[in-house]
């Protein structure tokens, strides 16, 4: 079952959904809560680079800290970004990632696949944002731009397994990695 507001509201006011800088009153959405970019973003540093999955951590990435200008996402670009909010929830409720209509209508995805925002029912955790431009402009993405929109489910019975150590304390935007994954 999805939460409404407020369902997300009494939640929120009970610690069954936690979340750091605490939530403003207009972020609360009908059936979500909009999450912002945080100030980093990181771009894969060698285009051409062949990357075995067996081994992530060859793959480069520059992180570059966004300042007043931004960061222009170019058109077909691909970069690595994170939320400002950190997010946990009891083992009965998952959060999912969605975008912003307004971007996807630029062209910007800011999720490549992976919605389900895993392993956070342990420890507050940033969201990664595998973000790429496949629109006709370029565009200009800025620190504490609202970037997309977190909904909550109760699931029918509570997340029994420990959380995974691959992306454990994840709070900024934070590369691949297979080697630490369980």
Do not use: W
């Not at 006011?13 to 945080?38: C, L, Y």
């Not at 007043?68 to 950190?86: D, K, M, W, Y």
């Not at 975008?99 to 392993?119: E, K, P, W």
């Not at 790429?132 to 029994?160: C, E, K, Q």
């Amino acid at each position: 079952m999805l939460l409404s507001d407020v369902d997300i509201k009494d939640a929120l006011a009970v610690g069954k959904i936690k979340i750091t800088p605490e939530v403003r009153e207009p972020d609360i959405r009908p059936t979500g809560i909009r999450v912002h970019m945080a100030e980093t973003v990181a771009y894969p540093e060698v285009n051409g680079l062949v990357v075995e999955l067996s081994d992530l951590d060859n793959s480069r990435y520059r992180q570059v800290k966004l300042g007043p200008e931004g960061f222009i996402l170019r058109r077909g670009q691909f970069v690595l970004a994170s939320t400002v909010e950190r997010i946990s929830t009891t083992p009965d409720i998952i959060a999912q990632l969605d975008g912003r209509s307004t971007l996807a209508r630029l062209g910007i995805m800011i999720h490549c696949g992976s919605m389900v925002i895993d392993n956070i029912h342990e420890e507050l955790r940033a969201i990664t944002l595998e973000m790429t431009n496949l629109g006709p402009y370029d565009v200009r993405l800025r620190a504490r731009d609202s970037i997309g929109m977190v909904f909550f489910s109760h699931l029918r019975n509570a997340i029994s397994q420990s959380a995974s150590e691959q992306y454990r304390g994840q709070i900024h935007v934070t590369p691949p990695s297979l080697l630490k994954a369980s």
